[in-house]
């Protein structure tokens, strides 16, 4: 996803218009989210959103791909069961769009349905076999898991209080980016990929590559 620099906040036109295309079809789903609200937070006319996607299908589709894109970040995460843990949850705590944006698409996939699905298979199919290949390693998920559904569990494990932060609060008294919540609940998931794994659990070090730089 484009993001704006220092020199230059708003970026190209399309790029800003991509950016706040992602947090309305991530807050409000496809259906809710708004064109002339898009246009009027990336400040252009409607008529020059329209001269860069032909219409709002044309839009939400650049904004999967571009998010998608994203996945290559899925290149730099650690085959380590742990380390491959705490990347995606420091990962997905600085992007929660992403996540918002897959649980819209789950529930309304658009008038024609799922876009983009070979790609994005490839880069879920590459994220499985990256679990396989760590599986061989001290540390890695078992053999006897399959990678695939290990992805799947991961990505519930790690997520669950982003896109059901109602639940946190009422159970914890935490809201889910309390520092305090953050704390906990990492040791946790920490504690259970350790004892599946038999990896020791350490204090983390400090996040790095793109999940400590994306924001």
């Not at 990256?130 to 519930?156: E, H, Q, T």
């Amino acid at each position: 996803m484009p993001r704006p620099s220092a020199a230059n906040p708003a970026g190209s036109a399309r790029d800003g218009i991509l950016i706040h295309a992602l947090s309305e079809f991530a807050r409000y789903g496809f259906s809710g989210a708004r064109v002339d609200r898009i246009a009027r937070h990336s400040r252009v006319s409607k008529r020059m959103l329209f001269y860069y996607f032909k219409d709002k299908q044309a839009l939400f589709g650049a904004v999967l791909d571009s998010a998608w894109q994203d996945g290559r970040v899925m290149e730099e995460a650690p085959e380590d069961a742990l380390a491959s843990a705490r990347f995606w949850r420091e990962f997905y705590f600085r992007n929660e769009n992403f996540l918002r944006l897959m649980l819209w698409e789950s529930i309304e996939p658009g008038p024609k349905g799922l876009m983009g699905t070979k790609e994005r298979q490839r880069i879920w199919v590459e994220s499985a076999r990256k679990i396989r290949r760590g599986s061989s390693r001290p540390g890695g998920w078992p053999k006897s898991m399959d990678a695939r559904y290990v992805l799947i569990m991961g990505l519930g494990m790690i997520a669950a209080p982003l896109l059901l932060p109602t639940v946190a609060r009422l159970s914890t008294g935490l809201d889910p980016h309390d520092p305090r919540f953050v704390r906990k609940y990492g040791r946790l998931v920490d504690e259970i990929v350790g004892r599946v794994t038999g990896a020791e659990v350490r204090a983390p070090r400090k996040a790095r590559g793109s999940a400590a730089r994306a924001g």
